[in-house]
């Protein structure tokens, strides 16, 4: 059973810093982009970031590019996203997903396996 449990959400003032871990089991990690998405209480969730199964290629929003870094350790089943100088408008819910079919943009049906989600709150 694929299960993606996410970690590291928090409050942050404008400007700082935050890394969320997402740790992965039930299946071949190494076999699997995988990517971030965020949400907002009223709205559609977000793609944010994806990285290639072996950590070569990785795409961005605009919205983050530049200020976002995702990355993945397949020997530890992790994938990460070091956010730097945060805005209020980063604040969400952040969720990691299994990608099964990598397209350009990215679509959240292309994502079969979702974590519980980790608070990312901006203060200004």
């Known amino acids: 059973q694929v299960q993606l449990v996410e970690s590291g959400g928090g409050l942050v003032q404008a400007g700082g810093s935050l890394r969320l871990s997402c740790s992965a089991s039930?299946?071949?990690?190494?076999?699997?982009?995988m990517g971030w998405f965020r949400q907002v209480p009223g709205k559609e969730r977000d793609f944010v970031a994806d990285?290639?199964?072996?950590?070569?290629?990785?795409y961005y929003a605009d919205s983050v590019q530049g200020r976002f870094t995702i990355s993945r350790d397949n020997a530890k089943n992790t994938v990460y996203l070091q956010m730097n100088n945060l805005k209020p408008e980063d604040s969400a819910v952040y969720y990691c997903?299994?990608?099964?079919?990598?397209?350009?943009?990215?679509?959240?049906?292309?994502?079969?396996?979702w974590g519980q989600g980790t608070q990312v709150t901006v203060s200004s």
């Open positions: 039930g299946y071949t990690f190494s076999a699997f982009a």
């Open positions: 997903a299994r990608n099964w079919v990598v397209r350009r943009p990215p679509r959240e049906s292309d994502f079969d396996s």
């Open positions: 990285i290639s199964a072996k950590p070569l290629y990785t």
